[in-house]
């Protein structure tokens, strides 16, 4: 049975997972709309993530997605973090703050967190995906074992054949273009930055497995052109961050709608993995930090989120982590369940023309 079929979508369109803006209320509209809805409990604890997931299960029957990161665990690396924190120190003053003392590993890598494991298998959602990388075999073979279907983000073939080679049912190809962090297994890695349409045609050559686009996708137009290239459906993140149903704050979706979507960046400086941003201030002190390396995600988050808190109480909201890709100008605000019709229409437009 095809992709779309086993999970009753009626469009081929799976809504981002994105932790810390998407919600359970998004997520469970989208896929009453016919689509593929997706939490992101990377951020959370295993009772965090059963939450959601029972939030989910409260307003549809649909199916749905659970999201992890799975980074490799962060190094403490002491002269690396106090030297990141001192050139952070200068912009925290601005605002009258300082910089945390320490930073925190402010929440565990999937692989770090037996009781995810235990969590997923007693609550068998139907969709789990990994970000950031893949847990171990064994881990992957209980999941699979237990009923539930998995995906990966890969941004290269070398990553889409471990993926495949450890038993992943279907890949998120991550293009260069996609908002959000970028799925890179190791961030220190060569990144060749493949887009969207470059690393889509080669997974849909060169593997079996179910290719689901990611990046730059904004509207049907964009879900066709994915098809067209052999992928069974888009992911899209960007344009799900002006529905009302996402967490995203006042500023966030008033930057969406200003010249800065114009302008998004990948930047390093705000968590300590690639992810594309907004252009803000944020962004902008890439000059001022060159040279010196941010600590090891997500210990660098710890102080980039204390960041924006310090300016954010200032009344400068230029620190928001307000993360989006290529196409963020092309976001719609609208109530989830009628983007997801929108898009459907403009899908079926896009294919019959
Ligand atoms: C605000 C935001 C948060 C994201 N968080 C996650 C996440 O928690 N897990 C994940 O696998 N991908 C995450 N992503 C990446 C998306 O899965 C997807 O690759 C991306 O949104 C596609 O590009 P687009 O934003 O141009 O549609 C996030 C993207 C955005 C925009």
Redesign the pocket.
Known sequence: MDFLDRFGLTVPLVQ??????STPELASQVSEAGALGSI?V?ATDADGAAAMIAAVRARTGGSFNV?F?VHATPRTDAQRETAWLAALAPVFAEFGAEPPAQLRTIYNSFADDPAMVRMLLALRPPIV?F?FGLPDAAVIAALRQAGMFLLA?VTSLAEAKRARDCGIDAL?A?GI?????R?IFDPDSRDDALGTMALTRLLVRDFELPIIA?????DGAGIAAARALGAVAA?????F?ACPESAADDAYRAALISSAAHHSRMTRLISGRPARALANRFTALETQLSGVTPPDYPRAYDAGKALNAAAKASGEAGFGVQ?????APLSRAMPAAKLVAQLRDEFMAAINR
């Open positions: 981002a997972p994105m932790a810390g803006v992101g990377g999201n990161f995906s970000h983000t998120v991550q273009e996609a908002g959000g962090h799925g990611a990046g730059g996708i904004m992911q899209l993140g960007t344009a961050i993360w989006a890709g290529q196409g």
